[in-house]
């Protein structure tokens, strides 16, 4: 059996309304001139609940008391001995140090908590369904290709061994007509030695 889980986490604040309050309680610290420097930390305390920071509301307390009396117990209207200017270091001091460590420490929280809520808005709690997925269109179906045929490979005819050289019937004639024509000249040739007669033959 599942159970129901835990819940989303509370939405953190807007800015619009933390910054106002941030004012405020800073504004209460140094309208006060000091006196009041612990109400920053007990607003911090109040929202981180941190011990750290009940611990840090104390000691601003503390000390915004110390100088309380130290600045009580000086004579006179102005401040001329060492207990009145250390209770002037001790009341300024904590107020710097109060609003510094307020304004960074609850800037710092808030924007955690607000990481942490959209992150936990985009998880479903455990036992709760999820975010139902935007209607999808069905997929067409997948139509197999059809096959691609192999390659047809041009056929190449490889050449034979090469035939011995046979001149031209052209050229055979050109060399036939000229050993004709060279035995009719030799045959002129000898004819006309024939007949010539012999020396001082004749005359």
Do not use: N
């Amino acid at each position: 059996m599942q159970g129901h889980g835990y819940g989303q986490p509370a939405k953190p604040p807007h800015p619009a309304v933390l910054v106002p309050l941030r004012v405020l309680f800073v504004a209460i610290g140094f309208l006060s001139l000091g006196f009041m420097a612990w109400v920053m930390p007990l607003r911090l305390a109040a929202v981180t609940r941190k011990p750290l920071d009940w611990g840090l509301f104390v000691a601003a307390l503390v000390l915004d008391g110390v100088s309380l009396v130290l600045l009580g117990s000086e004579p006179g209207d102005d401040v001329h001995t060492t207990g009145g200017y250390t209770g002037i270091f001790l009341l300024f001091g904590t107020l710097a140090a109060a609003t510094g460590y307020y304004l960074v420490a609850e800037i710092r929280h808030y924007t955690r908590r607000r990481r942490e809520f959209e992150d936990r808005r985009l998880v479903p709690a455990y036992g709760y369904p999820g975010p139902a997925a935007p209607y999808a269109a069905p997929a067409a179906p997948v139509v197999p290709a059809a096959p691609t045929p192999p390659p047809v490979v041009p056929h190449i005819p490889v050449p034979g061994p090469p035939s011995p050289h046979r001149p031209a019937p052209a050229r055979i004639d050109q060399v036939r007509a000229e050993l004709d024509e060279l035995s009719d000249y030799l045959r002129r040739h000898d004819g006309r030695h024939g007949d010539r007669p012999a020396d001082g033959s004749g005359r």
